[in-house]
């Protein structure tokens, strides 16, 4: 088992930034790959990005690349996305996620390959 608990999120201005934090416990967390998913009203939950445990692979989804960066700290067992330059269609809840055994790099942005999630953190962006 695998317990989630995502914090930093919060109101900002377009333009602006906020880091989320994801505090992970129960299984050994420097070994397992961790994501960002966000969800909008009305609207499926989708990829954001993804760390493998060593952090040397990254992924994320178009829409945020550049702007968005995933970084972990094995020792802390925490998982943080620096977002900047936000925009209002970045407003959604911010779900932290750790991958199941069956993830893989040609499956990183699905949602069936994470077993574990966090209760999420909302994120409003104002323009």
């Known amino acids: 088992q695998v317990q989630l608990v995502e914090s930093g999120g919060g109101l900002v201005q377009a333009g602006g930034s906020l880091r989320l934090s994801c505090v992970a416990s129960g299984r050994t967390f420097s070994r397992i790959t961790m994501g960002w998913f966000r969800q909008a009203p009305g609207k499926e939950r989708e990829f954001v990005a993804a760390i493998v445990w060593s952090g040397t692979n990254t992924y994320y989804a178009n829409s945020v690349k550049v702007r968005f960066t995933i970084s972990r700290d094995n020792a802390k067992n925490t998982v943080f996305l620096q977002m900047n330059s936000l925009k209002p269609e970045d407003t959604a809840v911010y779900y932290c996620?750790?991958?199941?055994?069956?993830?893989?790099?040609?499956?990183?942005?699905?949602?069936?390959?994470?077993?574990?999630w966090g209760q999420g953190t909302q994120v409003t962006v104002s323009s």
């Open positions: 996620a750790a991958a199941g055994p069956y993830w893989s790099e040609t499956s990183y942005a699905s949602t069936d390959r994470y077993n574990y």
